[in-house]
């Protein structure tokens, strides 16, 4: 003879049953939005406040950005391609940028003094350090310690001031900025000169090892109010998280 369970034995088991096929999904949802949301594949796309992820760059990592006015950038003469595997371009506005480039992955850096265009293997980290410093077009400041999502290497400020040599010129389109990177688009990443009367300062920094891989990360602001966005990109690097590619 069958027996029914009474009607609150039927109501804990289902409740039960729920809560266990339940606990998988949740955990996978936390663990989502811990990781944030993947970033948009093209050009220019905005970027509301929130946790975003690298879909390309490497090595991966997650990141928080809060405010207004951030797109997902590009290189310059780059269309639809702000991330790859050797860059990520965040825009804030349409004059401030936090950039990362993947020393593995760039093709090359531009010769200081070789003709136009003319590229050489990109330097290991300690090496690209006195590549800034003893660059003919430059002034730096002295490097300092830095640290980005745990992975440590140093920090300095760069300046490409009025008194550069007359005679260059890169690709980056005229005497006003520096060539740096030679980027998988053709492209390249670039220092920009002064502003009006302001000598314009950006920031690198360059991780020695970040999963086996070196790491240069700057930020910059292209008008006089270059302080002012400081703090908004080091917050950013603040909340960086290292994932698994």
Not at 1 to 16: C, N, Q
Not at 51 to 75: A, C, L, N
Not at 84 to 101: E, I, N, T
Request: hydrophobic share 35%.
């Amino acid at each position: 003879m069958k027996h029914s369970l009474p009607f609150g034995v039927l109501v804990v088991l289902i409740s039960l049953t729920l809560s266990a096929c339940g606990g998988g999904t949740a955990g996978g949802g936390e663990h989502e939005q811990a990781k944030g949301q993947p970033l948009p594949k093209f050009e220019q796309a905005s970027l509301p406040a929130g946790r975003y992820h690298t879909t390309e760059f490497e090595p991966s990592f997650s990141f928080r950005i809060t405010g207004d006015d951030w797109v997902f950038g590009g290189p310059s003469g780059a269309l639809g391609d702000p991330e790859r595997s050797d860059y990520l371009f965040l825009d804030k506005g349409p004059v401030a940028q936090v950039a990362f480039f993947n020393l593995r992955k760039v093709k090359g850096i531009y010769k200081p003094k070789g003709p136009t265009g003319a590229i050489e293997p990109v330097p290991s980290p300690d090496e690209l350090v006195d590549w800034f410093r003893h660059n003919p077009y430059l002034k730096t400041s002295e490097p300092e310690p830095a640290s980005v999502g745990g992975a440590k290497g140093v920090q300095f400020d760069v300046v490409l001031p009025r008194s550069r040599p007359v005679n260059h010129k890169g690709i980056c389109g005229g005497t006003g900025c520096l060539d740096v990177f030679k980027l998988s688009t053709g492209g390249s990443s670039e220092i920009f000169g002064f502003f009006h009367e302001f000598d314009k300062k950006e920031h690198y920094i360059i991780l020695k090892d970040v999963k086996g891989v070196p790491v240069v990360i700057c930020y910059n602001e292209e008008t006089d109010v270059y302080e002012e966005f400081v703090p908004v990109a080091k917050k950013v690097l603040k909340s960086v998280e290292w994932t698994d590619n």
